[in-house]
Every structure is written in structure tokens, then in C-alpha cells.
């Protein structure tokens, strides 16, 4: 179909300014005028004749109007006029408004008003709209060619009426194509220039709607509830208030074009809602707004639908495939931008949350006072913070730092078990922990933890030890404290439990003890004159009887921490009374006594009685082992300790550290020795290795709380010759 | 005249073996009492120069025998002897207190103590 672009001037106003130009001519050639004009004439009707032929070949319409007086007077419809719409010449002739009426309502005015223009002279063409006979809706061009009188009035014209639906179409479709490509790229520009989701959201339907032609477009995301949120909208006002949709689809709500497109992940095109039953919930409220038109397309975000993006047209059927792919290419745009935005966002939440992590790191360490360190396994050089330093006793950090210059700075008694548990922990890659002592330049010696873990390069090679360190000394200080109170504690309980236990016993034991003495007594003042043997016996009995009432006297007073009575004393007088009271007991089991007592011994200051007590226990012990004889060895002397490293009067659990000198006492058997497993508890109370009926179990718990009453030490010890070996050290005292 | 003693202990070994300890030795007239309650009673038919007075007993201890003793018009100058198990420091000054400076001899004792404790406190 051509389409026509213009209209030249007709040959009959042409001829009209040939006619006025020659009346002027001279009258002597009027003859010769005359015949012209009847040439001209006749070759004007077979114009006239060939134009309306012409006219009546193509298939476009063209009618005629006649003017008089400025009134329309008669109109002729050539014969063109059924093809454009459908209706007759003659039905148009009969139907003087017929023109007017097939006219789309929207144009009427437009068509009129053309034709007022028309009857005052000036002619221009006009594209509206017609109703066909069959009810289409076609597109003419409407142009007009005036005729006008001598006078310049116009006394009829022709309109050419020519049907452009197609092009109509075309240029709509190309219209429509060139909005969905501004959609396009409107959207493609706001994807990268607006960082920000909810701006890019509210400019994407910004764009739809203005630049893409469409009445409404919105953005709505799936709540967890699945309902169906508007996050973002342009144009019409009023239709989506209070509207609902959801993605379920199970609800008549969830079955629209949103809901579909959100649970199917698919575009989903409504052509016209008002003939389309998914869109029943709504069509009352489209038809309210004008809305024909729905196209829904899904948002994803990370490949997950999580929204859907909608437009709305007020025409039926407004996109077709090609522009619909455009807007399904615009949508796909979205989800990306959408992603790379949450993508963008979670990375800057994981990186705020790293560096929130970082700060808090940093503070936690700071207020805990833990230096931070990361070694390059590689180079072994180290960097570290500031506290690092500071544990290590530089105010102001070293400019250099390396695992060899830790090593030095570890206490030599611990750099071995140090380096092995480092070396161990980069061969394995398990994490390292140790704690042992520093010496700081200032040669004060800290305790400290250090602590490391080993992390892989991108090669997998173990390249970085990341560690923390602390100062634990003053814990270690405390444990140590903590240590000693808790033994006292658990030594002060055994002591109120054998308190008790003794004040029980010693009241039982001493009536017996009391009919005992006053028996012997009683015997000794009426048996007649008694021989040597019986004399000693009667005295035996009676020491026996005296050393029963010490040792409960010894143990009351033990448990309750009496004050000892100290007097300076010889201690080889004491040495040598015990052994006069454990005679009996040594000439039973046959056990030989050999003494290598030291004559020179300086005094010490004892509760002589307590330390018999003592001695007595550890020969009676001895004795005890030797069942079948043997031998008990007991030596003393004096010794001088120089130990300069310990500070005079400190003391340990296993000994103690005096400036002066003191008195040893060795006491040796060749008996069946203690148990390797047993040694440990032979100081506890009631812990015994004799036979049942034979001990008590407090022998040596009672000695070693008379020793320590005293100040000293007692050690026992297994001989690698067999039986045990004590050793007692009491304190020597200077005599001015 | 002989001296006339009264031991009030619950242990009956014991009293037996001081009776016969202090009648052989020093002549003494020695009236064993075991049970506490009675003692009063004894006392009084007894009239004992010095009463010999254990601590610890069960029911009626030393303690409340010698509140019963004082608390006796006929009885309360009559001299008492505390003879005592109990050697723990703090337990006699306990009953120190209670009893109010008698003397006291701690068990086991010879029988010389004993006898240098009695006369002693009987010439006092």
C-alpha cells in the first residue's frame, strides 16, 4: 500500500492563472483567444475526465463537496468509498451523516473542524480514525484539494480519502518496539548509575512508565508469608491501594499474573484482563482504572525468584513477542543488577562485620593484654603489636623480630621444650600451645603463654603462624600461692580430723592406761622382794605404760598445734633415748643398732619429749620391717648448705632454705622398703603398710607434724640397696 | 584416825586398783562410788575427808557432781580432787572454769602422784 506524502496543486487552479493572465491580451488576437479557449476548454474536460478516472481506479475513496455561500451543499462519494469502509456511495448519499458517524467518537472534532478549514480556503490533510461497516477500527488519510471561483472562493473540494491502518500499525508497533528498547535502555543506564536497590527499583518503573508508555508499572518482593510487598511503583495513583497479592496458589490471589510469576519463575502476559479469569480478583479495579494490559516478569535474586516486576496498558494486547522479549531481557537485567546489589551489600556486610570483628579483636586483646604476632615460617621474621613487645620488656618495639630472637628471650631451662613444641606444631599444623618463662632484658624472668596457629598459603604450603602471647606471671605467682594454701588446707583437715579422733581415743585409752600405772604400782608394793629380771620388767611395764600416755599426750598435742616447750638440746641424748625405748621391740626382732653419732653437734632447740616421740616412731617403723633382723643404722652430723641462689628462711614443700647451718640425722634399716606406689602417702594419716592390729597409721603422720613443728625436714626414701633411708634435718642453733 | 576417801568413777577398774593401792599403801579408807548419781547420797553417809572425782562420765558428769557437792551445806567444804582422762589444756581450763580452781591430777598417774596430791590438798 503507498502511502501518499503529498498532493500537487490541481491542474484546474493551474489553468485558473493561465485564464487571468490572458485576459490582458490584446483584443486583435481575441479570435485567435477565443478558438484557444474552446482548445484549451476541450482539453480541459478530457483532463477533468482523466483525473476523475484516475481517481476512480485507485482503490482509495474520494468524495466531493460543493460549496455555496459558504454552506456545504451536496457531497459526492466516488466510488473508492466502499472499499475504506465498507459502505456505498449511495448508502452515503441516502445517509447524509453517515460521514460523521462512522468517524471514531475520538476524532470527530478533529475531522470537523478540517472541514470548517476547508469551506474558509485552507486545506490540510488529517489521520484519524473510522469505524469500518464490519466494525473494525481502520486509520485513513484524509486530504483535501480545494476548488476555488475567479473571486478566490472556494466552491467545492475533494477529499482523498486513503486507508493507512497498516502503517497505522506498523509505525505503532515500531513506537511500541522503540518504548520497550527505551525500557531497555533507560533501565540499563539506572542499573549502572544507582547503587542504591530501592532508588534503582523506583527509577526502573519510573522509566517503564515514562519512557516505555506504559500507565503503571510496579515492583513487588515475596515476604516470608509469602504475601506479595510493593516496594516500588510509578504512575497510576489509586490501583494497587490496598490491593493483595500472594504467591501462593492455592488463593485466587495467588493465581494473577504476579503470583504465577513469582511461583513459575516465568513471564506471565494478561492480553486483556477483561476477558481473562486469572485476573478476576482484580478486573473490577482494572476496569476502574482503564487497565487492559498486564505483563508480569520475575526478579531473581541470586537465581532465587524473589519478586516480580509488572506493567500495566490501557490497551488490550499493547506488547507483542518481539517487544515482549525485550521487556523479559529488561527483567533478567533487573535480577542481575538486583543480585549484584545484595552481592555488593553482602560483601560490605561481610567486610563491615570482619572489621567489626577486627576492632573488637583488637580491643579484646588490648583490655586482656595479649600481644598478637604472625611469623613468616619462611623468612621466620615476625610482626607483632605493640603489646608484644611490652610482654616481652620493650617499652618501644624492637625494629626486628624473629623466631630466633624469641628463642633467645625464652628462658634457657625452657628454650628446648619451647623450640621442640614449635617445631612440632609447624611439621603437624596443629595448633600450638605453651607456657614457660621469659628473661626480659632487664633480666627479670616473667611467665608467659604463647600460643600459634599455622596457616596455609594458596599453594598449600604452611607459610604463616598466626599466635597470640600473654604475661601469666602473676597467675603462675597465684597458682603457686593458691597450691601451697590448698595443701595447707587439706593438711589442716587431716590435723582437726585426727584432733578429734585422738581427743575421742585419748580419754578410752587413758583409763586403761590409769588401772595399768596404778596396777604396776599396787604389784610393785606387795610383791615380796623381787629379783633383776622382775625389777625390769616391772619398769619395762612401767615405760611402756608412760610412752602409751606420750604418744596420745603427743598426738593431742599434735592436732591441736600446742606450743612446743623448746629447749636447746643435745640431740644425740635424744637420739640415744629413743633407742633405749624401742630396745625391747629391736631385741625381739633381732635388728642390730649401729650409731655413728657426730660428738661435736651443735645444740638445736627441740621439745626434747616430741622428738623422742619422733625418733621412737621412725625405729619403731624400721623395726617393724625387719621381722626377721636386720639392721638399723643412725648417724648424725652437721652440715653447712651454701645455696646462695635461694633466699635465706624461703620454703619450699620438699625442703627449706636456711642461712645457717643444721643438724642431720640419717636413720637407715635393711628392711622390706615401701612400695614405690606407696611412697606418696605414707605421710597420710591412718595409712599404713604393716599388718592388721600392728599400726596405727599415725606413726609417721604424727612424726613428719612434730618435725615441721620444729622447722625441719624429713624425707623418706627407699635405698637402691633396699629398706628406706630418713633423713631429718633440724636447725642449728649458734650459741653466742 | 584413818583418812577417809571417796573415788567417784565410773570406770570400776579404776577405783578398785586406787582402793587397793591407797589401803595398802597409806592405810587409807577408800569407799569406790561408780555411779555419779549417788554421789550426794554416799557423801553425805560417808562423810569422806577428800572426795577423788572423775570428769568425763556418761549421764552426770564431774562437773555437775561437784555443783551437787557445793550446792550441799554439809557437803560444800569438803576438799575435791579432780583425777581426770581428759589432759587436753583446753578442756581443763573449761572445766577449770566450772569448777572453780580444784586441783586436778591427769590419768594415767603413779600412785605416788596420787598420794602426794591427796595429802596435799588435805593439809591445805
Given at each position: 500500500m503507498s502511502v501518499i506524502r503529498d498532493i500537487s496543486p490541481s491542474p484546474l487552479e493551474k489553468e485558473e492563472g493561465i485564464l487571468a493572465s490572458s485576459a490582458i491580451r490584446d483584443i486583435t488576437e481575441r479570435k485567435q483567444f477565443e478558438e484557444g479557449l474552446k482548445r484549451t476548454m476541450g482539453e480541459l474536460q478530457e483532463s477533468e475526465s482523466r483525473y476523475r478516472h484516475l481517481l476512480a481506479s485507485v482503490t482509495d475513496y474520494i468524495y466531493t463537496v460543493k460549496i455555496s455561500e459558504g454552506q456545504a451543499v451536496s457531497t459526492f462519494h466516488g466510488p473508492g468509498c466502499e472499499n475504506v469502509t465498507g459502505y456505498t456511495s449511495k448508502e452515503c448519499v441516502n445517509d447524509t451523516y453517515l460521514w460523521y458517524r462512522m468517524v471514531h467518537e475520538g476524532d470527530r472534532d478533529a475531522v470537523v473542524r478540517q472541514a470548517a478549514m476547508c469551506v474558509a480556503g485552507k486545506a490540510a490533510p488529517l489521520e484519524h480514525r473510522i469505524i469500518h461497516k464490519d466494525g473494525s477500527l481502520r486509520w485513513v488519510r484524509n486530504t483535501p484539494v480545494l476548488h476555488k471561483d475567479d473571486k478566490g472562493r472556494v466552491t467545492e473540494y475533494d477529499g482523498l480519502i486513503t486507508d493507512i491502518t497498516e502503517r497505522k500499525q506498523a509505525e505503532e508497533r515500531i513506537a511500541q518496539l522503540n518504548r520497550a528498547r527505551a525500557i531497555l535502555g533507560g533501565i540499563d543506564r539506572a542499573i549502572v548509575h544507582i547503587p542504591d536497590q530501592q532508588e534503582l527499583l523506583d527509577e526502573i518503573c519510573r522509566v517503564a512508565v515514562?519512557?516505555?508508555?506504559?500507565k503503571l508499572a510496579w515492583i513487588g518482593m515475596v515476604s516470608p508469608d509469602e504475601s506479595v510487598r510493593l516496594v516500588a511503583k510509578a504512575g497510576l495513583t489509586g490501583y494497587l491501594d490496598g490491593i493483595r497479592v500472594v504467591a501462593r496458589h492455592d488463593e485466587p490471589e495467588g493465581r494473577g499474573p504476579v503470583g504465577t510469576a513469582i511461583r513459575e519463575n516465568r513471564p506471565v502476559v494478561i492480553e486483556d484482563i477483561d476477558s481473562d479469569s486469572r485476573m478476576a480478583p482484580w478486573d473490577d479495579r482494572a476496569r476502574q482504572f482503564g487497565l487492559r494490559y498486564v505483563a508480569a516478569f520475575p526478579i531473581r535474586i541470586k537465581d532465587k525468584v524473589t519478586g516480580s516486576f509488572q506493567v500495566y496498558a490501557q490497551l488490550a494486547g499493547f506488547f507483542d513477542e518481539n517487544e515482549l522479549s525485550l521487556l523479559i531481557q529488561v527483567s533478567g537485567d533487573i535480577s542481575f543488577a538486583l543480585t549484584a546489589i545484595e552481592e555488593t551489600a553482602e560483601l560490605e556486610r561481610t567486610e563491615a562485620a570482619l572489621r567489626n570483628s577486627e576492632h573488637r579483636l583488637r580491643l579484646a586483646l588490648e583490655a586482656a593484654q595479649i600481644g598478637d604476632w604472625e611469623l613468616d615460617l619462611v623468612s621466620q621474621t615476625a610482626c607483632r603489636s605493640l603489646r608484644h613487645g611490652q610482654i616481652f620488656g620493650y617499652a618501644d618495639p624492637l625494629p626486628e623480630w624473629s623466631y630466633a630472637l624469641f628463642l633467645k628471650h625464652v628462658h634457657p631451662e625452657d628454650r628446648a621444650r619451647v623450640d621442640h613444641s614449635f617445631q612440632e606444631s609447624v611439621a603437624t599444623g596443629r595448633n600450638w600451645y605453651f607456657e614457660f618463662r621469659i628473661i626480659r632484658p632487664d633480666q627479670t624472668v616473667r611467665w608467659i603463654w604463647a600460643c600459634g596457629s599455622v596457616i596455609k598459603d594458596d599453594s598449600g604450603q604452611r607459610g604463616q603462624m598466626l599466635g597470640m602471647v600473654g604475661d601469666i606471671t602473676e597467675r603462675k605467682v597465684a597458682e603457686e600461692k593458691l597450691r601451697e594454701s590448698q595443701m595447707l588446707l587439706i593438711n589442716t583437715e587431716k590435723m582437726e580430723t585426727i584432733g578429734r579422733l585422738a581427743a575421742g581415743v585419748a580419754h578410752e585409752v587413758k583409763n586403761p592406761l590409769a588401772i595399768s600405772r596404778m596396777s604396776l604400782d599396787y604389784l610393785s608394793h606387795v610383791l615380796p622382794e623381787v629379783d633383776g629380771t622382775v625389777a625390769g620388767v616391772l619398769k619395762d611395764m612401767g615405760d611402756a605404760i608412760g610412752r602409751a600416755d606420750t604418744i596420745i599426750r603427743g598426738l593431742l598435742d599434735f592436732s591441736a598445734a600446742e606450743e612446743l616447750d623448746p629447749k636447746p638440746e643435745d640431740l644425740n641424748s635424744v637420739i640415744e633415748k629413743a633407742t633405749l625405748m624401742v630396745k625391747h621391740d629391736r631385741s625381739m626382732n633381732h635388728v642390730q643398732l649401729v650409731t655413728n653419732l657426730d660428738r661435736d653437734l651443735p645444740p638445736v632447740v627441740i621439745d626434747r619429749n616430741k622428738v623422742v616421740q619422733a625418733f621412737v616412731n621412725l625405729f619403731t617403723n624400721s623395726i617393724d620391717a625387719m621381722p626377721d633382723g636386720g639392721t638399723l643404722a643412725v648417724r648424725s652430723y652437721f652440715e653447712q648448705p651454701s645455696n646462695p641462689g635461694k633466699d635465706p628462711g624461703s620454703r619450699s614443700l620438699d625442703g627449706f632454705y636456711v642461712d645457717d647451718s643444721h643438724v642431720v640425722v640419717e636413720i637407715e634399716d635393711s628392711g622390706s622398703g615401701i612400695p614405690p606406689d606407696k611412697l606418696s602417702k605414707i605421710f597420710d594419716p591412718f595409712f599404713t603398710t604393716k599388718p592388721p592390729g600392728k599400726g596405727t597409721g599415725l606413726g609417721l603422720t604424727v612424726t613428719q607434724k612434730i618435725i615441721e613443728l620444729h622447722g625441719g625436714s624429713l624425707e623418706i626414701n627407699n635405698r637402691p640397696e633396699g629398706g628406706i633411708r630418713s633423713v631429718l634435718k633440724f636447725q642449728a642453733t649458734i650459741i653466742q | 584416825m584413818k583418812r577417809k576417801i571417796l573415788i567417784i568413777d565410773d570406770e570400776a577398774g579404776f577405783t578398785k586398783i586406787v582402793k587397793l593401792t591407797l589401803e595398802v599403801k597409806k592405810s587409807y579408807d577408800v569407799r569406790e562410788l561408780n555411779n555419779p548419781a549417788m554421789a550426794v547420797r554416799v557423801a553425805r553417809e560417808f562423810s569422806p575427808d577428800i572426795i577423788l572425782l572423775d570428769i568425763v562420765m556418761p549421764e552426770l558428769d564431774g562437773g555437775d557432781v561437784l555443783a551437787q557437792l557445793r550446792a550441799d551445806p554439809v557437803l560444800r567444804r569438803i576438799p575435791v580432787l579432780l583425777v581426770t582422762a581428759t589432759v587436753r589444756k583446753k578442756e581443763v581450763d573449761e572445766h577449770k572454769g566450772l569448777i572453780g580452781g580444784e586441783l586436778f591430777v591427769a590419768k594415767p598417774v603413779s600412785a605416788e602422784g596420787l598420794i602426794e596430791s591427796i595429802e596435799e590438798h588435805l593439809a591445805t
Amino acid at each position: 500500500m503507498s502511502v501518499i506524502r503529498d498532493i500537487s496543486p490541481s491542474p484546474l487552479e493551474k489553468e485558473e492563472g493561465i485564464l487571468a493572465s490572458s485576459a490582458i491580451r490584446d483584443i486583435t488576437e481575441r479570435k485567435q483567444f477565443e478558438e484557444g479557449l474552446k482548445r484549451t476548454m476541450g482539453e480541459l474536460q478530457e483532463s477533468e475526465s482523466r483525473y476523475r478516472h484516475l481517481l476512480a481506479s485507485v482503490t482509495d475513496y474520494i468524495y466531493t463537496v460543493k460549496i455555496s455561500e459558504g454552506q456545504a451543499v451536496s457531497t459526492f462519494h466516488g466510488p473508492g468509498c466502499e472499499n475504506v469502509t465498507g459502505y456505498t456511495s449511495k448508502e452515503c448519499v441516502n445517509d447524509t451523516y453517515l460521514w460523521y458517524r462512522m468517524v471514531h467518537e475520538g476524532d470527530r472534532d478533529a475531522v470537523v473542524r478540517q472541514a470548517a478549514m476547508c469551506v474558509a480556503g485552507k486545506a490540510a490533510p488529517l489521520e484519524h480514525r473510522i469505524i469500518h461497516k464490519d466494525g473494525s477500527l481502520r486509520w485513513v488519510r484524509n486530504t483535501p484539494v480545494l476548488h476555488k471561483d475567479d473571486k478566490g472562493r472556494v466552491t467545492e473540494y475533494d477529499g482523498l480519502i486513503t486507508d493507512i491502518t497498516e502503517r497505522k500499525q506498523a509505525e505503532e508497533r515500531i513506537a511500541q518496539l522503540n518504548r520497550a528498547r527505551a525500557i531497555l535502555g533507560g533501565i540499563d543506564r539506572a542499573i549502572v548509575h544507582i547503587p542504591d536497590q530501592q532508588e534503582l527499583l523506583d527509577e526502573i518503573c519510573r522509566v517503564a512508565v515514562e519512557q516505555g508508555g506504559f500507565k503503571l508499572a510496579w515492583i513487588g518482593m515475596v515476604s516470608p508469608d509469602e504475601s506479595v510487598r510493593l516496594v516500588a511503583k510509578a504512575g497510576l495513583t489509586g490501583y494497587l491501594d490496598g490491593i493483595r497479592v500472594v504467591a501462593r496458589h492455592d488463593e485466587p490471589e495467588g493465581r494473577g499474573p504476579v503470583g504465577t510469576a513469582i511461583r513459575e519463575n516465568r513471564p506471565v502476559v494478561i492480553e486483556d484482563i477483561d476477558s481473562d479469569s486469572r485476573m478476576a480478583p482484580w478486573d473490577d479495579r482494572a476496569r476502574q482504572f482503564g487497565l487492559r494490559y498486564v505483563a508480569a516478569f520475575p526478579i531473581r535474586i541470586k537465581d532465587k525468584v524473589t519478586g516480580s516486576f509488572q506493567v500495566y496498558a490501557q490497551l488490550a494486547g499493547f506488547f507483542d513477542e518481539n517487544e515482549l522479549s525485550l521487556l523479559i531481557q529488561v527483567s533478567g537485567d533487573i535480577s542481575f543488577a538486583l543480585t549484584a546489589i545484595e552481592e555488593t551489600a553482602e560483601l560490605e556486610r561481610t567486610e563491615a562485620a570482619l572489621r567489626n570483628s577486627e576492632h573488637r579483636l583488637r580491643l579484646a586483646l588490648e583490655a586482656a593484654q595479649i600481644g598478637d604476632w604472625e611469623l613468616d615460617l619462611v623468612s621466620q621474621t615476625a610482626c607483632r603489636s605493640l603489646r608484644h613487645g611490652q610482654i616481652f620488656g620493650y617499652a618501644d618495639p624492637l625494629p626486628e623480630w624473629s623466631y630466633a630472637l624469641f628463642l633467645k628471650h625464652v628462658h634457657p631451662e625452657d628454650r628446648a621444650r619451647v623450640d621442640h613444641s614449635f617445631q612440632e606444631s609447624v611439621a603437624t599444623g596443629r595448633n600450638w600451645y605453651f607456657e614457660f618463662r621469659i628473661i626480659r632484658p632487664d633480666q627479670t624472668v616473667r611467665w608467659i603463654w604463647a600460643c600459634g596457629s599455622v596457616i596455609k598459603d594458596d599453594s598449600g604450603q604452611r607459610g604463616q603462624m598466626l599466635g597470640m602471647v600473654g604475661d601469666i606471671t602473676e597467675r603462675k605467682v597465684a597458682e603457686e600461692k593458691l597450691r601451697e594454701s590448698q595443701m595447707l588446707l587439706i593438711n589442716t583437715e587431716k590435723m582437726e580430723t585426727i584432733g578429734r579422733l585422738a581427743a575421742g581415743v585419748a580419754h578410752e585409752v587413758k583409763n586403761p592406761l590409769a588401772i595399768s600405772r596404778m596396777s604396776l604400782d599396787y604389784l610393785s608394793h606387795v610383791l615380796p622382794e623381787v629379783d633383776g629380771t622382775v625389777a625390769g620388767v616391772l619398769k619395762d611395764m612401767g615405760d611402756a605404760i608412760g610412752r602409751a600416755d606420750t604418744i596420745i599426750r603427743g598426738l593431742l598435742d599434735f592436732s591441736a598445734a600446742e606450743e612446743l616447750d623448746p629447749k636447746p638440746e643435745d640431740l644425740n641424748s635424744v637420739i640415744e633415748k629413743a633407742t633405749l625405748m624401742v630396745k625391747h621391740d629391736r631385741s625381739m626382732n633381732h635388728v642390730q643398732l649401729v650409731t655413728n653419732l657426730d660428738r661435736d653437734l651443735p645444740p638445736v632447740v627441740i621439745d626434747r619429749n616430741k622428738v623422742v616421740q619422733a625418733f621412737v616412731n621412725l625405729f619403731t617403723n624400721s623395726i617393724d620391717a625387719m621381722p626377721d633382723g636386720g639392721t638399723l643404722a643412725v648417724r648424725s652430723y652437721f652440715e653447712q648448705p651454701s645455696n646462695p641462689g635461694k633466699d635465706p628462711g624461703s620454703r619450699s614443700l620438699d625442703g627449706f632454705y636456711v642461712d645457717d647451718s643444721h643438724v642431720v640425722v640419717e636413720i637407715e634399716d635393711s628392711g622390706s622398703g615401701i612400695p614405690p606406689d606407696k611412697l606418696s602417702k605414707i605421710f597420710d594419716p591412718f595409712f599404713t603398710t604393716k599388718p592388721p592390729g600392728k599400726g596405727t597409721g599415725l606413726g609417721l603422720t604424727v612424726t613428719q607434724k612434730i618435725i615441721e613443728l620444729h622447722g625441719g625436714s624429713l624425707e623418706i626414701n627407699n635405698r637402691p640397696e633396699g629398706g628406706i633411708r630418713s633423713v631429718l634435718k633440724f636447725q642449728a642453733t649458734i650459741i653466742q | 584416825m584413818k583418812r577417809k576417801i571417796l573415788i567417784i568413777d565410773d570406770e570400776a577398774g579404776f577405783t578398785k586398783i586406787v582402793k587397793l593401792t591407797l589401803e595398802v599403801k597409806k592405810s587409807y579408807d577408800v569407799r569406790e562410788l561408780n555411779n555419779p548419781a549417788m554421789a550426794v547420797r554416799v557423801a553425805r553417809e560417808f562423810s569422806p575427808d577428800i572426795i577423788l572425782l572423775d570428769i568425763v562420765m556418761p549421764e552426770l558428769d564431774g562437773g555437775d557432781v561437784l555443783a551437787q557437792l557445793r550446792a550441799d551445806p554439809v557437803l560444800r567444804r569438803i576438799p575435791v580432787l579432780l583425777v581426770t582422762a581428759t589432759v587436753r589444756k583446753k578442756e581443763v581450763d573449761e572445766h577449770k572454769g566450772l569448777i572453780g580452781g580444784e586441783l586436778f591430777v591427769a590419768k594415767p598417774v603413779s600412785a605416788e602422784g596420787l598420794i602426794e596430791s591427796i595429802e596435799e590438798h588435805l593439809a591445805t
